[in-house]
């Protein structure tokens, strides 16, 4: 079965520093995809990033950027340099064809807090 | 953005009753699901629906039930409603192929009393 462990509950730093957030993943499938999903306080849901399986290179967009390590089931999120509007709860999550069928499994998101 | 509707926005009912929130998309997307979100618990998928009339049951399938009509719409119905539903319900919307990006409405506020 998959699984997708995001291990910190919550983080609260002060604006301008670094925070990673951590992803673990588990899967039998050797073809996947995984995803950072962002909910700001006012609730919707963004999307942010789509790697799959095959593509281990690191992604940078702007202060983001995405560290795929398969040989530790990881796929962990920085943000460089935070700031207030970053504060939100982020969401990382799988998608497998376990039995044929599509399975996408959400972890149970990370809250971050950026303080000014 | 994809124009992803749900209503009600919010909603109050009592235990017992039964209780439809509508997923209205024109993106004409082909995957739907139904998602609920509860503190602790992160997103959890109740159904979804790859295609008219062609549904599935999620991780928490339980006194739910789901119609798809059209491609465009997909009813989530809490059959009797209890205590335990009360939660956030997100719909989200695919346009098919296995891996791609969601898109998420803006969420039910869903309070059972």
């Known amino acids: 079965a998959q699984k997708v462990t995001q291990a910190q509950t919550e983080i609260s730093v002060v604006e301008k520093e670094d925070v990673t957030l951590d992803c673990v993943y588990e899967t039998r499938d050797t073809t996947y995809y995984l995803f950072w999903y962002k909910q700001p306080p006012s609730g919707e849901l963004v999307f942010l990033i789509r790697r799959n399986s095959f593509d281990e290179q690191n992604e940078i967009s702007g202060r983001y950027s995405w560290n795929f390590q398969k040989s530790t089931s990881s796929f962990n999120f920085t943000i460089t340099a935070s700031q207030v509007v970053d504060s939100a709860v982020y969401f990382c999550?799988?998608?497998?064809?376990?039995?044929?069928?599509?399975?996408?499994?959400f972890g149970k998101g990370t809250k971050l807090t950026v303080n000014p | 953005d994809a124009g992803i509707t749900q209503s009600p926005r919010h909603k109050v009912t009592e235990t017992g009753t039964p209780v439809t929130l509508r997923c209205h998309q024109t993106e004409n997307h082909r995957y739907m699901y139904w998602y609920r979100q509860d503190p602790g618990h992160g997103l959890r998928l109740i159904h979804y629906?790859?295609?008219?009339?062609?549904?599935d049951k999620g991780e928490v399938s339980d006194g739910y039930s789901v119609s798809r009509s059209k491609t465009e719409d997909f009813l989530l119905t809490l059959e009797s409603a209890t205590s335990s539903q009360t939660s956030v319900y997100f719909c989200a919307t695919a346009p098919g192929m296995w891996g791609e990006k969601l898109f998420f409405g803006s969420g039910t506020q869903l309070s059972v009393l």
């Open positions: 629906s790859y295609g008219v009339k062609d549904t």
């Open positions: 999550a799988l998608s497998t064809t376990q039995g044929g069928s599509e399975k996408l499994v």
